[in-house]
């Protein structure tokens, strides 16, 4: 059985966003697993890095991204397709995601091809329900499959090299934490608003926080906002690598996502297998991926997320009861679950195909 997979998000933009995480780190749990489970024995995954590519000579092909307005699939009627829709939120939130005429007729090709393909896996069930709901494919054919952070998150005592990283990066003695792009679902402003408002230092992560020359468009509105505050209490650290990245999570006094919308929210789950207590939106799929292992806010109201973050700012025990909660809900999420989830989804793929 031959199986590619398109990697083109290790290689492209998505390297370093949540897409090109999910796709690297799936390749590598489906090639162990396919080496150590006598089911999937006979089983080859080759990798392309071109959504153009031959795929003629394949059991079946997997993209395990969707971009709505970019031609990427490529379908073949002999060969059955996989693909991955980590969310839809450009099209569940039109009005802040403009399209323009290009996008919007781009969409409509992608929209057309994806309700062909044989199967869609998703990251939530929260998304699972969306994507029924805009494209109107099939609930029975897709197939929620969560997430993982890898093993360098985890709790670190090692006061030598939380040391080392504080001072490298100039944190202060607490913070309030976010990682990730600034775009509308994120909902940053109303989080530096609180911060400011408590005079609690928030660090920002990600290379986008810190991006020079921002068009002025709908979808960078929040960024070029972010850009003009100057405060004190906003710390934007720009690009931090892999190797440093748990070191924040170990560092932070609260970990907080205040976002409107989320496909999965992967910082949640890295936030929580290194021990920090987590501050979130009770919006769409957060919740599914927290249950109670956090404090949930409001973040269409600055005092709610205030509110939120002053009870875990001020109570060492309550931060240290989630901190305990987090790390037991953490173990739910194994790239190696994902991984048999994703070629149970293939198997039945392959099934259907044959009969």
Known sequence: MKIAIDVSPIYDGNSVRGVGYYTDNLVKSLKQEIKINPEYRN???????????????????????????????SLQKS????????????????????????????WLIQKSKLKKVSQII?????????????????????FPTYLAADSSFKVIKNSKQLNSIKNKY?????????????????????LVKACIRLKY??????????????????????????????????????????????YFYNLATIYCQPSFAEGFGLPLVQAMQSGC?????????????????????????????????????????????????????????????TARQTLAVYKLALTNEKY
């Open 43 to 73: 089983w080859q995954i080759d990798l392309i890095k071109n959504s153009k590519s031959d795929i003629s000579h394949y059991d079946l092909i997997h993209y395990p991204y969707f971009d709505p307005f970019s031609l990427t699939l």
């Open 79 to 106: 060969t059955p397709v996989i693909v991955t829709v980590h969310d839809l939120i450009p099209l569940q939130f039109k009005n802040h995601f403009p399209a323009g005429i290009k996008g919007k007729i781009k």
């Open 122 to 142: 998703t990251v939530s069930n929260y998304s699972k329900k969306i994507i029924n709901q805009i494209i109107k494919y099939p609930l029975s054919k897709i």
């Open 170 to 190: 100039h944190l202060p003695q607490k913070f309030i934490l976010f990682v990730g792009d600034i775009n509308w679902n994120k909902n940053i402003p109303k």
């Open 201 to 246: 230092p928030l660090v920002i992560v990600g290379s986008a926080a810190t991006r020079k020359n921002v068009p002025d468009h709908p979808w960078t509105k929040d960024l070029r906002w972010l850009q003009n505050q100057e405060s004190p209490y906003i710390i934007k650290t720009g690009f931090v690598p892999d190797e440093d990245l748990p």
């Open 277 to 337: 207590p987590v501050a979130f939106s009770q919006d769409t799929c957060l919740p599914e991926i927290m249950d109670k292992s956090g404090l949930k806010f409001n973040p269409r109201l600055v005092k709610d997320i205030s509110s939120v973050l002053k009870k875990f700012w001020n109570n060492q025990s309550l931060r240290k009861k989630y901190s305990q909660l987090g790390l037991s809900r953490a173990k739910i999420f194994h790239w190696s679950s």
